[in-house]
């Protein structure tokens, strides 16, 4: 069974902090993806990865920077968390190619105090 | 650039009901076409996707979307809905490269007695 799993569900920290949101795969996925999730707006792609050490912006990749340098595990940083960045963060994985669904982990919902 | 609209936020159905949720995709190319289901709290699973061929296309669950590129639609249904089917569902549109999947913004289903 496809996993994809998120290293906490729930994450409080406060403004000014540090953020590591961890995400693992077991299904030796190329590509690797980070969302987030606000009400009334959807799922917003913030960067995705297609192999060890690359990464591409997404659409709103301002506050956060990620890290690849294994292929199962991809990680969103927040180097300087804000109250604005309080929201649910999804991490998804995939084979290369559009022909391929992404796989999602349950999610970590953030807040920033 | 790519585009997906959900043009109902939020339908309410009773149990048994038929259901249709509407989906229209902007794209300049064959789209690679999603509907995933997120229930509360939980990350997404996939109904059921499009690539090319048959344009009704069965998924899990019950459900079946088709698509229209004269409309450049869609849309999901479901012949009779059950309560546990009370969820938030998102169309999504893919690049042939998959490198990014573009969400619409989702329609939150609730389902009455």
């Known amino acids: 069974d496809v996993k994809v799993t998120q290293s906490s569900r729930y994450l409080v920290k406060r403004t000014g902090e540090k953020v590591f949101l961890e995400c693992v795969q077991d299904m030796d996925h190329e590509n690797m993806f980070w969302y987030r999730q606000d009400p009334g707006l959807g799922l917003r792609l913030i960067y995705f990865s297609y192999d060890v050490k690359m990464k591409e912006k997404g659409d709103i990749p301002e506050g956060y920077s990620v890290s690849r340098e294994k292929k199962e595990r991809f990680s969103l940083i927040l180097e300087s968390a804000s109250t604005n960045q309080t929201s649910m963060y999804l991490c998804?994985?995939?084979?290369?190619?559009?022909?391929?669904?992404?796989?999602f982990g349950p999610g970590t919902r953030l807040t920033v105090t | 650039a790519q585009s997906v609209t959900q043009p109902d936020i939020h339908i309410t159905v009773s149990e048994g009901a038929s259901l249709e949720l509407r989906c229209n995709y902007s794209y300049g190319a064959t789209p690679y076409l999603f509907w995933y289901v997120q229930s509360p709290g939980q990350g997404l699973q996939l109904l059921l996707k499009y690539f090319s061929g048959d344009t009704l296309v069965q998924g899990i669950k019950g459900f079946e979307a088709e698509f229209k590129r004269s409309q450049s639609s869609f849309n999901l249904r479901k012949p009779s809905v059950h309560w546990s089917d009370a969820a938030e569902y998102f169309c999504a549109v893919g690049n042939q490269a998959g490198t990014a999947l573009i969400f619409g913004k989702g329609t939150t289903l609730s389902v009455s007695s």
């Open positions: 998804a994985s995939s084979p290369p190619g559009g022909a391929y669904e992404q796989y």
